[in-house]
T-cell receptor, first 111, second 110 residues
């Protein structure tokens, strides 16, 4: 089984809908991250969490929220989806070495 | 502000034609320099971590090196299956996250 899993893998939703992307990991890492990737813009950090009680905004947090339900679970929510949130979303985990391990990604399309 | 710049943006090689990818970084107190490989539509796959100038790491046809301002990913006798986007990222002493470069898209032609 994969160390970092993301669900769903693909999602099409309509403008204004609330959507949640989920991430689970079995690597035993304390640190978890959410990124989005757009063509030509690279990876941009949305939120990160160093433990269940430590959640921080990244570069582009507006329009997103997160929940760290347990050490192994980190969810990303779009409260009211808009078309420019169409992107590839990645979850990642790391220990204190900063080596990050990524999930397979969720392709989100907002129409 | 931490910055990571990769060049070239895209590189096309013939199979067997060795080359290097560049990653220039400006961070305060480097904690680590990381290389990843990303295939289209997939998550980045961790390749190497370098911690100090002069350090080198190798894996199959790939060798990563580090100086005080740059890192290079050398690809020796590449094969078509080496085609991917290669990302580098840096962790600084003050930041709590990685700063990623925008990647080099490598295409190896048979």
């Amino acid at each position: 089984d994969a160390d970092v899993t993301q669900t769903p893998r693909n999602r099409i939703t309509k403008t204004g809908k609330r959507i949640m992307l989920e991430c689970s990991q079995t690597k035993g890492h304390d640190r978890m991250y959410w990124y989005r990737q757009d063509p030509g813009l690279g990876l941009r950090l949305i939120y990160y969490s160093f433990d269940v009680k430590d959640i921080n905004k990244g570069e582009i947090s507006d329009g997103y929220s997160v929940s760290r339900q347990a050490q192994a679970k980190f969810s990303l929510s779009l409260e009211s989806a808009i078309p420019n949130q169409t992107a590839l979303y990645f979850c990642a985990t790391s220990d204190s070495t900063y080596e990050q391990y990524f999930g397979p990604g969720t392709r989100l399309t907002v129409t | 502000e931490d910055q990571v710049t990769q060049s070239p943006e895209a590189l096309r090689l013939q199979e067997g034609e060795s080359s290097s990818l560049n990653c220039s970084y400006t961070v305060s107190g480097l904690r680590g320099l990381f290389w990843y490989r990303q295939d289209p539509g997939k998550g980045p796959e961790f390749l190497f971590t370098l911690y100090s100038a002069g350090e080198e790491k190798e894996k199959e046809r790939l060798k990563a090196t580090l100086t005080k301002k740059e890192s290079f990913l050398h690809i020796t006798a590449p094969k078509p299956e080496d085609s991917a986007t290669y990302l580098c990222a840096a962790a600084s002493g003050s930041a709590r996250q990685l700063t990623f470069g925008s990647g080099t898209q490598l295409t190896v032609l048979p």
